[in-house]
């Protein structure tokens, strides 16, 4: 997901954790049940349509003042009243003091001011700094009050200072929602205008990628920031009550991102209502509350828009998503389904993990619906992990059926007689026996294609590296998952081998591909570093030369069983892998090019695509992490002005790729590598080379 370190970006949909029930599709019911709860005063479509007329009708008047909108403003709407207890025998006004002159504000917080006195005692409750608005006035007494040292503040004031650093937080919020909107309605601007003067015919316009210009100054993803420019438009420009609220400290930038999300389907009339309603509800509460709120809203106003959205997320964005946890695990999901289909399956998954677990499988209810979920999408039956327990497979009956499993109703009987008759020929059937040990539910990967990419320290050559390997996508990777994976791999027709040497300062020196299958590496052993496969034959130790201690990467940490650098076994193992691959290696430019590696077509070769991202393994563009392997090579300067060659392709995903050939942007590669980006704003970034942690 995204660099946010924000709550979840789906609260709409997202299980609370509080005092949640256990099982997910309870808690989306019981969700969903208060969010179509009807309030007071409409309940029924008739009511509904009147009020809809008298919109039409032009009725005036503030819209949640009707009956249709009672219960859900808040009693008395509008921002808590000021405290009016400015104590402490400080007669200064610090009320609403913005622009207040530097000089007094200087004279006021400074070792002569305040009366001497630091500013903690201010920020106890209902003291005079607690509650204050947030202005240079509170933001330099916050300051002071760190700098009175935090050990001597009472736990009221700390909590006082922190709630008042929150007020200031939410104010920036807002000077951030008014720049980038005041950002994206220029580009806008030089949109509409190149759109005119081209007729509406123009294939790239300036101004079209406001999102991929603006993530890459903010360091997030191009699609982070096309929201961030939905909704500050939406705030500067429909939702006057929740931007107040920011300016006043009191709304947070992420309880008014789901106010802006929540009423975008919505007309402006009907989200400038409902926007007042939740900008006096958002202070104070749970952002999960004020999301059910919103939802609840915008399904009663708009429901047509709110089907029409679920549409379309199901068009655009509907996904298989496997990804990394924070962990290190991984995680998968199937993203935008539909909802009865995501709770039929997990369903399903409960039902089937409830009657391993009644049949006598260990593992707590969780891990088995994981079992149970990687068994089903691996194209193998969950129930035959019963077997460990036991329990025949075969037998039709593996036991009875528990009374709490979820969804287990007698005609979706989850049992090997609704199995899915999946066998020979099917993708990823399994046929051969199952020789697990009993009370080992945890089995070999199916087989995956992959493209496998041995990293190598070039100084070491046929050293070791204690590194973890890297997948595409995946992040680091420890060496138990590199040996699984490796494994899988190997017994994959369409896996293919590569070997990027690499040098001491991190960028790749070198690149080496091997066409073809290679299941014995399966049999070899895992990568490197990994530990050395009990079933594999074990060569036995040369005679090494003490030269090869010490061998090892820079930077490794060699916690690994007390070894301090490869062993000998290990490096003539890897020898012997890139013996038998037929590794040959290219070098990779660095610096200038002697276009050694040039093509003289358009269209780079599978050899040239793997050196320009060995050298680059991510898109090129400034602050953009997607891996190279997914996107397209790009000739710098277009061919055949500029060659197929090292010195002018480079990795780029897909936005990335299209943004560059947009009015405004500008691309030189002033080496291999090396790329000088100038954005339509006139700011210039560089990125350069990967560096591989080795
Ligand atoms: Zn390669
Ligand atoms: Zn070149
Ligand atoms: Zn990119």
């Known amino acids: 997901m995204d660099e946010h370190p924000q709550p979840d970006p789906d609260p709409g949909l997202s299980p609370d954790p509080e005092g949640a029930p256990d099982c997910p599709d309870a808690r989306i019911d019981a969700q969903a049940a208060a969010d179509l709860d009807a309030p007071p005063g409409f309940k029924d479509l008739d009511e509904y349509f009147a009020w ?13 003042d009707r009956p249709e909108f009672r219960g859900w403003a808040d009693p008395e709407p509008g921002p808590p009243p000021e405290p009016d207890n400015l104590g402490c025998g400080i007669s200064i006004s610090l009320g609403d003091a913005t622009d207040v002159d530097p000089a007094l504000l200087a004279a006021m917080t400074g070792p002569g001011g305040l009366g001497g006195m630091l500013p903690a005692p201010l920020f106890a409750q209902e003291a005079a700094a607690d509650g204050l608005r947030p202005s240079p006035v509170l933001a330099a007494l916050t300051e002071r009050a760190l700098a009175g040292g935090l050990a001597r503040m009472t736990e009221d004031e700390l909590i006082g200072v922190l709630r008042a650093s929150v007020r200031l937080a939410n104010r920036e919020g807002w000077k951030q929602e008014l720049l980038i909107s005041e950002f994206a309605r220029r580009r806008e601007q030089a949109k509409d205008a190149e759109t005119a003067a081209a007729g509406g015919r123009a294939s790239f316009r300036a101004g079209e990628f406001p999102g991929e210009e603006l993530a890459v100054e903010l360091a997030v993803s191009p699609l982070a920031a096309a929201e961030k420019i939905a909704n500050a438009q939406d705030l500067t420009r429909r939702l006057p009550a929740t931007l107040a609220g920011m300016a006043d400290g009191l709304i947070d930038p992420y309880r008014a991102a789901i106010s802006a999300e929540g009423t975008q389907y919505l007309s402006d009339d009907d989200a ?9 509800f958002a202070p104070g509460r749970r952002a999960s509350a004020l999301a059910r709120k919103a939802a609840a809203l915008e399904l009663k106003l708009a429901p047509d828009a709110v089907k029409a959205r679920k549409e379309q997320a199901k068009r655009d964005r509907q996904r ?9 695990n991984a995680s998968l999901a199937g993203r935008e389904m539909d909802t009865a289909d995501a709770l039929a399956s997990h369903a399903y998954i409960c039902a089937l993990a409830a009657r391993l677990r009644a049949a006598g499988v260990d593992g707590p209810l969780d891990a088995l619906r994981v079992r149970v979920f990687a068994e089903l999408t691996q194209g193998r039956n969950p129930l035959d992990l019963i077997r460990t327990a036991s329990v025949s497979a075969s037998d039709p009956d593996p036991g009875p059926e528990p009374a709490t499993a979820p969804g287990a109703a007698d005609d979706d009987d989850p049992g090997t007689g609704s199995w899915p008759a999946w066998g020979p020929g099917d993708p990823g059937y399994d046929e051969t026996p199952d020789d697990d040990t009993p009370g080992a539910p945890r089995r070999e990967p199916t087989p995956l294609p992959a493209l496998v990419n041995l990293l190598i320290p070039a100084d070491t050559m046929l050293g070791w590296s204690d590194a973890p390997g890297q997948a595409a996508g995946w992040g680091l990777l420890d060496r138990q998952e590199i040996t699984d994976i490796l494994r899988a ?7 293919r081998w590569c070997a990027t040497l690499v040098g001491p300062d991190g960028t790749a020196v070198a690149h080496a591909c091997a066409d073809g299958r290679h299941p014995w590496l399966a049999d070899i052993t895992g990568p490197p570093g990994a530990p050395p496969d009990p079933l594999a034959p074990q060569p036995q130790p040369p005679p090494g030369p ?22 000998p076994p290990q490096a003539e193992r890897l020898a012997e892998i890139i013996a038998r691959l037929g590794l040959t290696f290219t070098p990779i430019a660095k610096g200038g090019c002697d276009h050694g590696a040039a093509e003289d077509r358009y269209t780079p070769s599978r050899k040239l695509r793997h050196l320009v991202r060995a050298r680059t393994d991510r898109c090129d563009a400034p602050g953009c992490d997607a891996p190279a392997i997914h996107g397209d090579l790009d000739h710098t300067t277009e061919y055949p002005a500029g060659p197929t060659c090292q010195c002018n392709l480079g990795p780029k995903c897909r936005r990335h790729h299209r943004s560059k050939q947009a009015p405004g942007w500008k691309l030189q590669q002033t080496q291999p590598g090396v790329m000088r980006w100038t954005l339509p704003s006139g700011r210039v970034h560089t990125t350069t080379r990967t560096v591989y942690d080795l």
């Not at 791999?489 to 896996?495: E, F, G």
């Open 546 to 567: 003490q030269g090869s201690h010490g061998q090892r990467a820079p930077n490794s940490s060699g916690d690994h069983g007390g070894r301090d650098g490869p062993d």
């Open 320 to 328: 298989v998503e496997a990804g990394r946890e924070k962990s290190g």
């Open 272 to 280: 400038a209502a409902v926007d007042r309603i939740l900008a006096a």
């Open 52 to 64: 809809l007329q008298r919109l039409i009708d032009g009725d005036p008047g503030r819209p949640e």
């Open 489 to 495: 791999a190997a017994q994959h027709p369409r896996t």
